[in-house]
């Protein structure tokens, strides 16, 4: 794991433990829907063309919008089984890593801070300019 990602990856835990339980359901609602968003767009080459080696980013997207909405619903019902902050985080960031989706997902979460006004715009990702 390289430095900056663990250093980027130890700054959204900390943002994200320090929100309340409401503003983390928003976060997540929010991050699952950007993800949805930038799901839309992988493999599409214009008039109707696709490119076919984007099917593997598309499932891990879906896959982590899956892991999201697992652990939200948890929240929103009030069960606690549900993966801790701290793991979900490390689920989503490390699955983007390792399936080439992460710019996609730093994208996400940079847009989803911006979007609720927390301040931490940027981490994990590097796009807080956008």
């Known amino acids: 794991m390289s430095e900056d990602f663990k250093r980027r990856l130890d700054s959204a835990k900390s ?32 008039e109707g063309d ?24 948890a929240m929103l019902a009030g069960r606690s089984e549900r993966y801790p902050d701290d793991v979900l985080l490390d689920i989503i960031f490390t699955t983007g890593r390792e399936h080439d989706c992460l710019r996609q997902l730093q ?15 940027g981490e994990p990702g590097s796009h807080a300019a956008e």
């Open 50 to 73: 696709f490119d076919f080696g984007a099917f593997p980013r598309l499932h891990w997207l879906n896959e982590i919008v899956h892991r999201i909405m697992s652990v939200l619903s």
């Open 15 to 46: 943002t994200f433990a320090a929100l309340s339980e409401d503003r983390k359901q928003r976060f997540l609602g929010s991050l699952a829907l950007n993800v949805t968003t930038v799901a839309r767009g992988e493999g599409a080459l214009g």
């Open 107 to 121: 994208w996400c979460w940079d847009r989803t801070a911006r979007q609720l006004g927390i301040a931490s715009a």
